[in-house]
């Protein structure tokens, strides 16, 4: 029999398709790893920003993972938006039994601002998710949340991806260097080297999805058993692709976009 790289995301719904769970399943489908979900949030959003939130029940999430990971084979998972603490109980508890590297998007507010974690959950995901993680993804506000200190050089970027493996115990840091000016770069510790990834920054407004993409790809390429440097590298070059294509569509701030045609006049 033929094997398949199956992966598993666990998070919110975007209705408007940048962000959160169909972000992460287009991901999947598009570097042909065989994409499946576990909701947390039902979360009516736009490019503008968060409209209203409506969240899963525990039981129904408990009942999802369980659907899934009874049933399917798991080659690597990620986690996005997890709202609060007893959702992150929940899901704490099912991660031990599933044998594949766990990537953690932190994600604590949409592009637009709005809050998409009870505040309070904040330190529960710092001290008792992260350290279940093979790879943790933080961009510049929720690393300095991660470490309670200023991020505002590459250099801070480092001993931040440091401090996130040493003194936090995640397996893993990317620390991205989204909301920095200059040169878009990425910093990967793996416990004993720091990498670099480094793209030209794109001038554009429509980031709605970046983070969600970025993690979703190296989960994609991880459950197709690449090395962890491999698959951060391939996912650096799929999202910057994905913020060239993205598309000026809604008020707010627009998808990113990997491959969906672009004709003059076909949108807006
Ligand atoms: N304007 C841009 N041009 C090129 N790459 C970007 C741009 N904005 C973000 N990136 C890249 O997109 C990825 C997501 O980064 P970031 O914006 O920091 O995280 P998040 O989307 O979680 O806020 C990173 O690889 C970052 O370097
Ligand atoms: C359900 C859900 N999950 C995550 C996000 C965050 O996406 P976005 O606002 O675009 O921010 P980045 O992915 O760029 O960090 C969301 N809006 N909804």
Same mark, same amino acid.
């Given at each position: 029999? +033929?094997? !398949?790289?199956?992966?598993?995301?666990?998070?919110?719904?975007?209705?408007?398709?940048?962000?959160? /769970?169909?972000?992460?399943?287009?991901?999947? %489908?598009?570097?042909?790893?065989?994409?499946?979900?576990?909701?947390?949030?039902?979360?009516?959003?736009?490019?503008?920003?968060?409209?209203?939130?409506?969240?899963?029940?525990?039981?129904?999430?408990?009942?999802?993972? *369980?659907? !899934?990971?009874?049933?399917?084979?798991?080659?690597?998972?990620?986690?996005?938006?997890?709202?609060?603490?007893?959702?992150?109980?929940?899901?704490?508890?099912?991660?031990? #039994?599933?044998?594949?590297? *766990?990537?953690?998007?932190?994600?604590?507010?949409?592009?637009?601002?709005?809050?998409?974690?009870? +505040?309070?959950?904040? @330190?529960?995901?710092?001290? &008792?998710?992260?350290?279940?993680?093979?790879?943790? $993804?933080?961009? /510049?506000? &929720?690393? +300095?949340?991660?470490?309670?200190?200023?991020?505002?050089?590459?250099? @801070?970027?480092? =001993?931040?991806?440091? #401090?996130?493996?040493? @003194?936090?115990?995640?397996?893993?840091?990317?620390?991205?260097?989204?909301?920095?000016?200059? +040169?878009? !770069?990425?910093?990967?510790?793996?416990?004993?080297? /720091? *990498? #670099?990834?480094?793209? =030209?920054?794109?001038?554009?407004?429509?980031?709605?999805? $970046?983070?969600?993409?970025?993690?979703?790809?190296?989960?994609?390429?991880?459950? %197709?058993?690449? #090395?962890?440097?491999?698959?951060?590298?391939?996912?650096?070059?799929?999202?910057?692709?994905?913020? =060239?294509?993205?598309?000026?569509?809604?008020?707010?701030?627009?998808?990113?976009?990997?491959?969906?045609?672009?004709? =003059?006049? !076909?949108?807006?």
């Amino acid at each position: 029999m +033929e094997k !398949v790289a199956c992966a598993l995301t666990i998070a919110g719904t975007d209705p408007s398709g940048g962000a959160g /769970i169909h972000a992460d399943l287009k991901t999947f %489908q598009e570097l042909k790893s065989y994409g499946m979900s576990v909701i947390t949030s039902v979360v009516a959003q736009n490019t503008t920003g968060v409209q209203a939130l409506h969240h899963v029940p525990l039981e129904m999430i408990e009942q999802q993972l *369980y659907s !899934v990971i009874s049933d399917m084979p798991v080659h690597a998972f990620k986690t996005g938006m997890i709202a609060n603490i007893d959702m992150m109980k929940v899901i704490a508890k099912k991660i031990p #039994s599933i044998a594949a590297p *766990y990537v953690m998007d932190p994600v604590m507010v949409a592009t637009s601002g709005d809050p998409l974690i009870e +505040e309070q959950a904040r @330190d529960f995901l710092r001290k &008792e998710l992260l350290p279940l993680t093979a790879l943790v $993804t933080p961009n /510049i506000p &929720e690393a +300095e949340f991660l470490i309670g200190r200023k991020v505002e050089t590459t250099d @801070d970027m480092k =001993k931040a991806a440091r #401090s996130i493996v040493h @003194d936090l115990g995640a397996g893993a840091a990317l620390v991205k260097g989204g909301h920095l000016d200059g +040169e878009a !770069v990425d910093f990967l510790y793996d416990g004993t080297t /720091i *990498y #670099s990834f480094s793209a =030209k920054r794109i001038n554009t407004k429509n980031t709605h999805g $970046t983070g969600c993409t970025y993690s979703a790809a190296i989960t994609a390429y991880l459950s %197709q058993r690449l #090395s962890l440097y491999e698959a951060v590298d391939k996912a650096k070059h799929f999202v910057t692709k994905a913020i =060239k294509g993205a598309f000026p569509i809604g008020a707010g701030n627009g998808p990113t976009n990997h491959w969906a045609i672009r004709e =003059k006049g !076909v949108f807006q």
